[in-house]
């Protein structure tokens, strides 16, 4: 399994928002759609704002009513009716509106962060992958840019209603009761200072849960994907103790980050009732002394006001749990969107017409690592149409210089050379063009048997394609199947290891590309199988330069030149009869398969 060696945030790091102000600036495009959020937000905060005031007018008409020697004056009491009515109704649009328009910006970004990461991924080189698992990279894409779209519907415009109700709360308080006001506001000090202790606590927890489920998703991608290595070697219970032990983290973090930040809500929850016992009792006073302006109208204004004022704290609570999330899920977003590209190539050449395939290695060296080299002066020249077989031990590189040749990665010093020019003269896409390649592990994705055989190719007809299923013994299958070539191949597809490796050489030999290069493709199939393919592609190599990546050393007899490697370097080369007359390296290793 691969390893992640990802840095974990430290136990002790405060809380961090510099990734939330990266995804602000991310959001540039939409600022107009939020700007009109928010101010639909604000007018929502207003129309709130302002009904207390109202009610208390109301509250107090009707009070006086009641006394015997005064009236209840009806026009009044309906013209207020019918104002707040109308207030209410502006409210609830406002509110509408924005949510509405929240949720039209949160999805164009979740989409845009989609976007940006998929192109993102294809502009990484190829030792990111090497060293992220998959698992990871999926999390990153699906739960990470979940949390942030669910941030920006719930949190942005509410938190801007918040800060307006908030605020225009407070005036109209002091408006009208500066007695009341500041028990109101004493009482919700507590709660703003209990707030700030644990929003600095629970920071951290956020960011160690979202990098732990990267984690449990890398380890589940991986041990689910290889589920029968797992069981033929009977490592279920140490896979388990792994899993269980991300999962014992994940629930820690999570449980930790959960509790802390649900703590805000029953504290605030207390701190709203602990003022509407305060306003009673200090408003009950003010009317027993007869203190100026204080009526029954105002104390009810003034738990209206409690309530609102209470609501911005609790929403600032729970947005700000929102936030921290979004934080931890932005900082793993954005790692992925500034790491390094490879490098632009639009000024290299594009295609290569007429290609013969003179191939030149030329004084190769080459290191995944700076510590550890994998190619030292690797030189050799391979002439147009030759069949050139590579072999050598596990880990003598190998694998490495197809890479190299391929430009999955490049070379640390020295040249290779394709008719001449260059590849680091050659995009990537171009040098790609130019091989078929066909691997020991088989990659067939959901979709049609036409369209894995033809993949990314345009313009193939049905017959060429059954031609070439024909030429790799996929004819009888092919027939079998209950729609042809419109078979759906997907998880429920029951394909043989050699029925899928013999539909990858169709698909390259469909392909028909220059050059080609075989990791010990027949390593799948039957021995009958291996005679049909290995009959087709020797019709495939002919003509063409071709290399061989050979573990069976008896596949590549009849090889043009075979070059053999230890540990990065050329040890000897020539033809199968000469290396073997030599006695050498060669020959030791072709003899060893014969050992008993």
């Known amino acids: 399994m691969h390893g992640h060696n990802r840095k974990m945030p430290n136990k002790k790091e405060k809380a961090d928002f510099s990734a939330i102000k990266k995804l602000v600036i991310y959001c540039k495009s939409y600022f107009a759609l939020i700007v009109v959020a928010i101010i639909c937000a604000v007018v929502s905060a207003i129309t709130t704002i302002l009904g207390p005031d109202k009610i208390q007018d109301l509250m107090n008409e009707i009070v006086n009513g009641i006394n015997p020697t005064t009236s209840m004056d009806m026009d009044f009491i309906l013209k207020i009716c019918i104002f707040l009515l109308s207030l209410y109704i502006i409210g609830a649009f406002m509110s509408?509106?924005?949510?509405?328009?929240?949720?039209t910006v949160t999805q164009k970004t979740s989409?845009?962060?989609?976007?940006?990461?998929?192109?993102?991924?294809?502009?990484?080189?190829?030792?990111?992958?090497?060293?992220?698992?998959k698992g990871d990279i999926l999390s990153r894409v699906t739960n990470d840019v979940d949390t942030i779209s669910q941030t920006l519907g719930s949190s942005v415009a509410n938190l801007v209603n918040s800060l307006v109700l908030f605020i225009g709360v407070i005036i109209m308080m002091f408006?009208?009761?500066?007695?009341?006001?500041?028990?109101?506001?004493a009482c919700s000090l507590l709660g703003f200072f209990l707030m700030g202790l644990i929003l600095g606590k629970s920071q951290k927890?956020?960011?160690?849960?979202q990098q732990h489920l990267g984690q449990l998703n890398g380890q589940i991608e991986e041990v689910y994907s290889n589920h029968t290595i797992v069981k033929s070697f009977n490592a279920e219970n140490n896979e388990i103790k792994k899993f269980n032990k991300i999962n014992a983290e994940l629930y820690n973090d999570n449980w930790k980050s959960q509790f802390l930040s649900g703590m805000m809500q029953p504290i605030m929850n207390f701190v709203g009732n602990f003022c509407y016992v305060a306003i009673f009792v200090v408003g009950v006073a003010l009317i027993i002394n007869d203190f100026k302006a204080m009526t029954f109208g105002a104390i009810i204004a003034f738990t209206i006001y409690a309530r609102l004022f209470s609501n911005p704290l609790t929403t600032f609570a729970q947005s700000m749990t929102s936030i921290q999330q979004a934080s931890a899920a932005s900082e793993r977003v954005f790692e992925i969107l500034?790491?390094?590209?490879?490098?632009d190539e639009s000024n290299k050449i594009n295609f290569i017409e007429n290609v013969k395939g003179d191939i030149e290695f030329k004084d190769i060296h080459f290191r995944y690592v700076p510590e550890k080299p994998i190619i030292n002066g690797f030189s050799a020249n391979i002439k147009s149409g030759q069949k050139v077989a590579i072999v050598g031990p596990t880990g003598a590189g190998k694998t490495t210089i197809v890479n190299l040749l391929m430009r999955f990665y490049d070379v640390d010093s020295g040249d290779i050379t394709i008719d001449g020019i260059s590849t680091k003269a050659i995009k990537r896409e171009a040098v790609h063009d130019l091989f078929d390649m066909i691997l020991q592990d088989t990659w067939l994705f959901k979709g049609t048997v036409r369209e894995n055989l033809v993949f990314n190719k345009t313009n193939v007809k049905d017959d060429k394609v059954l031609e070439i299923c024909r030429a790799v013994g996929l004819g009888h299958f092919i027939e079998t199947l209950p729609y042809g070539l419109d078979t759906i191949l997907d998880e429920n597809a029951n394909l043989s290891e050699g029925q899928k490796q013999q539909l990858t050489i169709a698909r390259a030999m469909i392909k028909d590309a220059p050059l080609l290069i075989l990791d010990e493709a027949t390593s799948n199939v039957d021995t009958r199988t291996e005679l049909v393919i290995q009959e087709a592609m020797d019709k495939l190599t002919k003509g063409r330069t071709s290399f061989v990546i050979a573990h069976r050393l008896s596949t590549i007899k009849n090889a043009d030149i075979i070059l053999v490697l230890k540990n990065g370097d050329i040890v000897e080369s020539g033809t199968h009869n000469e290396l073997l007359a030599q006695n050498g390296f060669y020959a030791d290793l072709y003899n060893s398969q014969f050992e008993v």
């Open 175 to 185: 408006k009208s009761n500066w007695i009341l006001a500041l028990t109101t506001i």
């Open 111 to 133: 989409k845009k962060l989609r976007n940006d990461i998929n192109m993102k991924l294809d502009k990484l080189p190829l030792s990111y992958f090497d060293k992220t698992t």
């Open 96 to 103: 509408y509106s924005q949510q509405f328009i929240m949720a």
């Open 205 to 209: 927890y956020f960011n160690l849960k």
């Open 338 to 343: 500034e790491l390094e590209e490879m490098q």
